[in-house]
């Protein structure tokens, strides 16, 4: 796994490397301390996963990986920061970063990487506490266009609101049976894999 680290503290790109070398499968291939180096990097690099810090002198994180996901959609871009400040982490979501987790939570880190490489979506433990309230704040979505209909609608936000299964089938009067069943349809039809990638996608398009 190829990865590029990015922050304004050439302590901390020096540290993660070593700590994300010493994992055997990962290879930093790159170091650089802002957002034009990130951007400028990632296009000669091409690594597998850009983790980037966000608050950076010159542009920010938020800002550079705009612009390279516009130029690289399928680019993957963990962000690795010390501020869970809920304007960051909406905006991280809605550019289409792959994750968002703090540094505090150093030993998550490689779980992390190689959740992202696998596809997956992740979140530090003090980000997933505040993604209920997020998407709960972020009003109702139509998703009629893309075929989903109202009862699939409700079940898509009350995942929004961190409600498990069993609390979703009291809430809609259903089995759990038939709530997992609703479950699978929803994710085949916006091909998703799981109920952490439908909450994000729900709170990208609030």
């Known amino acids: 796994m190829k990865v590029l680290v990015v922050d304004d503290d050439p302590l901390v790109c020096q540290s993660l490397k070593t700590i994300l ?28 996963i850009l983790l980037m810090d966000i608050r950076m002198e010159q542009m920010t994180g938020l800002e550079s990986c705009e612009r390279i996901l516009s130029q ?9 920061t010390t501020f869970s400040d809920d ?6 979501l809605r550019l289409g970063a792959k994750g968002y987790i703090l540094k505090q939570d ?30 709960s704040e972020g009003g109702r979505v139509s998703l009629t266009e893309l075929g989903i209909n109202e009862r699939e609608q409700s079940i898509i936000e ?7 299964n069993r609390e ?15 479950l699978s349809v929803i994710l085949e039809k916006l091909e998703l894999r799981d109920r952490t990638q439908l909450a ?7």
């Open 168 to 182: 979703i089938a009291e809430a809609l009067y259903l089995s759990e049976g038939t709530v997992r069943n609703y």
């Open 21 to 48: 070398q010493a994992d055997g499968g990962i290879d930093v291939v790159g170091m650089g301390h802002d957002g034009h180096e990130a951007v400028e990097l990632f296009t000669q690099l091409e690594p597998d």
């Open 72 to 80: 690289f959609p399928d680019a993957r871009v963990l962000f690795l």
């Open 106 to 135: 150093f030993e998550s880190i490689i779980p992390a990487l190689n959740a992202v490489y696998m596809g997956q979506s992740v979140f530090g433990d003090a980000i997933v506490t505040k993604l209920p309230k997020l998407l």
């Open 200 to 206: 994000v996608f729900y709170l990208k398009r609030s």
């Open 158 to 164: 009350l995942v929004a609101k961190g409600l498990s």
């Open 87 to 92: 304007e960051y982490i909406v905006q991280a």
